[in-house]
């Protein structure tokens, strides 16, 4: 059933990989360039992700097609 | 404060120093950092004409080298077959630091020259000797024409004494009387004969006709080879002409009009056995010529082969040596005690790096006395200095192109490692296209090594230097691909379906059950389909850059702290923040709360977002219960509106009144500002007392300084907050605009997949004879190529601007403060390339 549950949950996720990527990357020259573009591509993967599922989660119109698809479900 | 590990979020902390470097350990020091390529020098005789400094000697001396490999090189290009230079890490190198380094430097000097005086001889003689044999051609092509037209004119001799009864008797000499007519040889005729060019010879004729009234005879062939100029390699074809005329006055006007048109005069005898004979001379002479020519070619060859075994590396020589005196003379030199000072940044975490350059240069210069290296205390704004490595070059160059940051100003650079790739993608959605431009990036970064040692001209040069860009570019692609559903127009079927299609209808049924991951692939090839992904992508886009935008305000915080201007963060930074999301942010979280809620559970009928958003400027407070989208909503939009309301005097008074403030205080205790003060020339000699004989970082003396200190007038304060306030308010709705963008671009993309593909494989995937065959082929090719030059390649470098746009204007104007000038080592590593 379309919930809002899996929005959450994927965001409990995306911050908790936000927040390893934080404690864990080591010491060194690049620390702040592995952090940086780690949390932001987590966070903006999530985002992306989660507007496309919101958009289709209680959808306002219909597929309508010109002659029945052949579709696999 | 200089304990903090640099990165890449500032630039990284800059000392000034002062060098003090003794005479002669100065040439190999400056080699030494040269190599090092760690310190930027500052010039300290700005006041100086080039022509009066102390080292313009030596960069003259170096200038004419420069110029004598240049000359080797023009050399070297000019001749037909190539000579092979031997490349810069294959050479043997040649040593210039230490205490035989003069020497070297001046036996590189006279072995230039020489090599100089040698080419230009051979290459004067090899003129000359062309010029000869040229001229010997021409007296060999006019010996054999000459040879038939007299030939030619012996068998004629009859038909020329018939025609001409008495009247010929001038044009032919008693001889011919004599022997009754018809003699061989003696046709004493006196003529001229030479060669001229072949387009003057009808100008030529008709000179000769008018000006001796036709008192001439004139014969002319065409030599059939042509004349090859060696200096200009320009052919000029000539012929060779005769001109028999009687009278020493006709043949001295002939002589000269023939001059005057350029022609080339021979001496010819009207012997033929003499004829015979210049013609053998000329023969021999022509091959001694030839053979002269060919050994001086071999001869120039040798020289110019021995040149380029080492050609490089004495261009490599005489580049660093210009670079290392050009230095030279922007030090300081301290006539009584034989010492240069220099004034450098440098980053202060390679101070120690540079100490040990610094020994290590005394050292192989074989002398006793190290420079000295004092840290500085100024208040000058230091050069922005972000150290990067070959993955984030790329990335911080494209940033630095809309403005180096200022000194310790958050660097975007580092966030477009992300954000630019991502904003790239959302654009370029395509799981294909993505795949297709990550090979490219893969196969160019495992070639990297081969690639950046070959020029790879201007355009593959700048794929290259963009490789890693482009790499990131092509996974995030490959992301959005997958969520857009988008695989070279087509779907993949990855999950179930939300939506089936009972009993053969042509209108879906929701199941309840949302595709978890992208677009639902039901949606293709509905007739409806792009009306619902127009809403998708358009809401998205701004979702996304409401949230960038906001990314990018907040990155105004840690500048504010770190300039010491806390103030900002109530006058600047709050204003803007509740500006913006009390108008944006209460869109975006319209749109997600429009999406979360079951519409056919509720009494309204989902209210369209734009008009909401208008109505609740243009009435404040009245909300249609029909078309409401939560209960409240009135009250709330009023309370938002009023929010937005305060913020713009908030933004536009509040820093000019506590400008205006901090100015009171200051007249009211009775200080008057200083004008910027002139230059003062704080006497250095004062500090060498405390040098002498000190270790370094003991002394810190202050360094002269031009007045940077700007006068904060309270006017500019005013001007520069209502500029700002209007630049802010107006920009944050042109800015929110502006990044529809992402959805136009992204439905160009799929749209222009989608039409490539109906127009070109659409239908014939499915071969059923040979003519289906070779369609598929034709086709098949067609579209690869169509997809790697117009999808790929020019959708890709659409998307690329405009991504980038997006983060020089929407991200930058919320944060960044530019004015920086970029960290410019003294380096010998970028020199090898140019000539």
Redesign the interface.
């Known amino acids: 059933m379309a919930s809002l549950f899996p929005i959450f949950l994927v965001l409990a996720i995306t911050l908790g990989l936000m927040s390893a990527s934080f404690l864990f990357v080591r010491k060194g020259p690049n620390q702040a360039v592995i952090r940086t573009s780690l949390m932001l591509t987590f966070a903006v993967c999530y985002l992306t992700w989660m507007v496309t599922y919101l958009a289709q989660l209680h959808p306002l119109m219909v597929p309508t097609f010109s002659a029945p698809p052949a579709h696999t479900a | 404060m200089s304990d903090e590990?640099p990165?890449?979020?500032r630039s990284e902390r800059m000392s000034l120093v002062q060098l003090f470097v003794p005479t002669e350990v100065a040439h190999d020091t400056v080699h030494e950092l040269g190599e090092l390529g760690d310190v930027q020098f500052k010039d300290l005789n700005p006041s100086v004409n080039p022509f009066q400094r102390s080292f313009v000697g030596e960069i003259r001396r170096i200038d004419d080298m420069a110029r004598r490999t240049r000359f080797f090189d023009a050399q070297i290009e000019k001749e037909k077959d190539v000579v092979p230079v031997r490349p810069l890490y294959e050479c043997a190198p040649l040593l210039t630091v230490g205490p035989r380094s003069a020497q070297t430097v001046d036996e590189l000097d006279t072995t230039l020259s020489q090599y100089e005086s040698k080419l230009t001889t051979l290459n004067e003689s090899y003129q000359t000797l062309s010029e000869r044999t040229r001229e010997l051609t021409e007296a060999r092509h006019v010996l054999r024409e000459t040879a038939v037209f007299f030939d030619k004119a012996h068998t004629q001799t009859s038909n020329i004494r018939s025609s001409f009864d008495d009247s010929a008797t001038p044009l032919l000499t008693s001889h011919d009387d004599r022997e009754g007519g018809y003699s061989a040889g003696s046709f004493d005729l006196e003529f001229v004969a030479g060669t001229i060019e072949r387009s003057r010879v009808p100008t030529f004729e008709r000179v000769l006709w008018r000006v001796l009234r036709g008192n001439l005879y004139m014969n002319h062939t065409d030599i059939a080879e042509p004349f090859i100029d060696p200096s200009t390699n320009a052919e000029t074809r000539k012929n060779v002409f005769i001109i028999f005329a009687h009278g020493d006055v006709v043949l001295a006007k002939i002589r000269k009009v023939a001059e005057s048109m350029g022609a080339t005069i021979f001496p010819i005898d009207a012997n033929a056995d003499k004829r015979a004979d210049a013609l053998r001379e000329v023969e021999n002479r022509l091959e001694d010529l030839q053979t002269v020519l060919y050994n001086t070619g071999i001869g120039r060859r040798s020289e110019l082969v021995k040149i380029g075994e080492s050609l490089r590396v004495w261009q490599d020589v005489v580049k660093k040596e210009k670079l290392i005196y050009e230095t030279l003379n922007l030090f300081n030199y301290d006539v009584r005690r034989k010492t240069l000072i220099a004034e450098a940044w440098v980053p202060t975490r390679d101070l120690t790096k540079i100490q040990l350059a610094l020994r290590h240069a005394t050292e192989e210069s074989g002398t006793s006395v190290p420079p000295i290296l004092h840290e500085l205390q100024t208040s000058k704004t230091p050069p922005t200095f972000h150290?990067t490595?070959k993955?984030?070059e790329g990335f911080q160059a494209i940033m630095d192109s809309y403005g180096i940051s200022a000194y310790q100003e958050i660097n975007p650079g580092?966030?477009a490692?992300?954000?630019f790739p991502?904003l790239f993608a959302?654009m370029f959605g395509d799981i294909g296209h993505g795949f297709i431009i990550l090979i490219a990036a893969v196969y160019m970064i495992l070639r990297e090594k081969a690639m950046a040692k070959q020029d790879n001209g201007e355009i593959i040069g700048q794929f290259f230097y963009g490789r890693y860009i482009i790499l990131m570019m092509g996974l995030f692609s490959i992301?959005?691909g997958f969520?857009y559903n988008d695989l070279f127009s087509k779907t993949l079927?990855l999950f179930?379906?939300?939506?089936?299609?009972p009993d053969?209808?042509?209108?879906?049924?929701?199941?309840?059950?949302?595709?978890?991951?992208?677009?639902?692939p039901?949606?293709h090839?509905?007739?409806?389909?792009l009306?619902?992904t127009n809403?998708?992508k358009m809401?998205?886009s701004i979702?996304?850059g409401v949230?960038h935008m906001t990314f990018a305000l907040c990155l105004q915080v840690p500048n504010h702290f770190r300039f010491k201007r806390k103030s900002d963060i109530y006058t600047n930074f709050i204003p803007q923040m509740l500006f913006l999301q009390s108008i944006f942010g209460y869109l975006v979280l319209c749109i997600?709360y429009k999406?979360?809620?079951?519409?056919?559970k509720s009494p309204v009928s989902?209210p369209s977002l734009l008009n909401m958003l208008i109505t609740m400027f243009l009435e404040p407070g009245k909300v249609d219960p029909e078309k409401q989208l939560y209960p409240g909503q009135g009250f709330v939009q009023m309370v938002l509106l009023g929010i937005a309301g305060v913020c713009v005097p908030w933004l536009l008074i509040s820093k000019p009144y506590l400008a205006w403030r901090e100015m009171h205080k200051t007249t009211g205790a009775g200080y008057v500002t200083l004008g910027n003060g002139e230059e003062t020339a704080i006497a250095r000699h004062s500090t060498d007392e405390t040098l002498e004989g000190e270790e370094e970082g003991n002394g810190r003396a202050i360094a002269e300084g031009d007045e940077e200190h700007e006068g904060h007038d309270f006017g500019d304060v005013v001007i520069h907050q209502i500029i700002h306030t209007i630049e802010f308010c107006l920009g944050c709705i042109s800015h929110t605009a502006s990044y529809l963008r992402l959805w136009a671009l992204s439905l160009a993309h799929a749209q222009l997949s989608e039409v490539l593909w109906s127009m070109t494989l659409d239908g014939r995937t499915d071969p059923k004879s040979i003519g289906g065959w070779i369609g598929l082929g034709i086709m098949g090719f067609m579209w690869l190529n169509l997809t790697i030059g117009i999808l790929c390649l020019m959708e890709g470098l659409s998307a690329f601007l405009h991504a980038l746009r997006l983060h020089w204007v929407e991200g930058n104007s919320k944060h960044f403060e530019g004015g920086g000038y970029p960290f410019a080592p003294l380096s010998f590593a970028g020199e090898g390339k140019e000539a």
């Open positions: 590990y990165s890449l979020l150290r490595n993955f984030t580092l966030f490692i992300t954000t991502f959302v992301y959005t969520l079927h179930h379906s939300g939506w089936t299609f053969n209808s042509t209108r879906g049924v929701y199941t309840g059950h949302t595709y978890p991951f992208g677009l639902d039901a949606w090839g509905a007739t409806n389909a009306v619902f809403s998708y809401k998205m979702v996304l949230i997600l999406w979360s809620v079951d519409w056919t989902p």
